[in-house]
């Protein structure tokens, strides 16, 4: 059994809001969960939240994680020209190097146009993460010229759900199962006039239960794969 957990760290329920309470309170509770279950997974930031708290991409890095991009401040790649959406890209690669090499790449709002697939390889990309499953992409772990697709296997609040109703929702999904979060889930929006389902079980329950399902795997043995780690297994040697 394979598993990826990955972390789409950007400011607070974009784009509703503007606020980075994920920042500042959600990411390092993050970071001490997957310390102290021993796992290691993906940030992609956006380059904004890289450039407003580098401790927290300093600390990302330090602590074994996979350094990724989410673009430059989470502009919808099908809704830039391409000519924009390559100048993003490249400036979000740009800042996040900084800090260490990023090889891998998911798109705000999981909308990738097949087009920029060349421009990520220019880009020195090896690997995406933007397709989704449950957005009707059938195509499976795959290469697009020289970027292998890894694509998310659920929305980012199936993991909120409550475990007797997510436990079921795992099981069905197939190989390898490709989770993601963000960091503004684990304070709570309770209040927020934000749609529903970024609302529900936010904060300490969304904690609780990443915490649950990372114990799930473990009592299965699975492996926790880093986005980037997918190359060597599926993509070119
Ligand atoms: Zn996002």
Redesign the pocket.
């Known amino acids: 059994m394979i598993v990826t957990l990955s972390f789409?760290v950007?400011h607070d329920c974009?784009p509703y809001l503007t606020t980075t309470r994920g920042m500042e309170e959600g990411l390092p509770r993050i970071l001490d969960l997957l310390a102290e279950k021993r796992v290691k997974a993906t940030f992609f930031f956006t380059a904004e939240m890289a450039r407003r708290f580098p401790d927290l991409v300093k600390r990302v890095v330090d602590e074994g994680h996979e350094l990724g991009s989410?673009n430059y401040n989470?502009e919808r790649l099908d809704r830039l020209s391409r000519k924009e959406g390559e100048k993003a890209i490249r400036k979000s690669l740009e800042v996040l190097r900084q800090y260490d090499d990023v090889l891998s790449f998911r798109a705000?709002?999981l909308q990738l146009p097949d087009y920029y697939y060349p421009i990520l390889e220019e880009n020195g990309v090896l690997v995406d993460s933007s397709k989704a499953t449950y957005k009707g992409y059938r195509g499976g772990v795959r290469l697009f010229g020289g970027v292998l697709e890894v694509p998310a296997s659920t929305t980012s609040s199936v993991i909120r759900l409550p475990w007797r109703i997510q436990r079921i929702i795992h099981a069905r999904l197939s190989e390898p199962r490709v989770y993601f979060a963000?960091p503004w889930e684990f304070v709570p929006m309770q209040k927020e006039s934000i749609r529903w389902d970024c609302r529900f079980n936010t904060g300490d329950k969304a904690l609780e239960l990443l915490g649950q399902l990372i114990d799930q795997y473990k009592k299965q043995k699975a492996r926790f794969l880093m986005i980037r780690e997918y190359y060597g297994k599926y993509g070119k040697a």
């Open positions: 789409d950007e974009p989410h989470h705000p709002n963000h």
